[in-house]
């Protein structure tokens, strides 16, 4: 495989039409109302200390998982799940348990098991597009968790 079917591959290569694609804008509205919904009853923490030190860590977590789980991940599971279901892959939900599991490690069960919507919707943008909306939706949802609730 040369360098450019591996970065189409793991999705890396592709339209730029998420840019037109309302569903795009309305998941990245859906996390800014969970986390305004979720702090009603929960009292948000704010405190993020060195605001470019801050993103730069968000950016680099959401392109490795990116990277990991929707461009190798998916990329290799979409040659052996290939069926879909209401415009999801049987990849995409397999890919999202994964990454939902990983999240045990590290998380809360509820926000372990809350990773699973975002990880399809993350998936829905790159097979439809590229990877890069799962980066940047990805950057945006963690962004907001750790300003908010770490």
């Keep these: 495989m040369n360098f450019v079917e591996y970065l189409k591959f793991l999705g890396l290569t592709g ?3 998420f840019l037109s694609d309302l569903k795009f804008y309305l998941a990245i509205v859906a996390a800014q109302c969970f986390y305004i919904i979720f702090a009603i009853f929960v009292k948000p923490d704010i405190y993020i ?20 789980f929707r461009g190798a991940l998916l990329g290799i599971l979409r040659t052996h799940f290939p069926s879909h279901y209401f415009g999801i892959s049987a990849a995409n939900v397999l890919a ?3 990454f939902s599991g990983f999240h045990f490690f590290s998380h809360a069960p509820l926000w372990a098991l ?15 597009y590229s990877l890069w909306p799962a980066i940047f939706l990805h950057f945006l949802y963690n962004s907001e968790y750790f300003m908010f609730f770490s």
């Design 15 to 17: 339209r730029y039409g």
């Design 49 to 68: 200390g060195n605001i470019p030190h801050f993103f730069a860590i968000q950016f680099y977590i959401a392109l490795s998982e990116e990277l990991l």
């Design 96 to 98: 999202a348990v994964i």
């Design 114 to 128: 809350g990773t699973f919507f975002p990880a399809l919707i993350f998936g829905y943008f790159r097979e439809k």
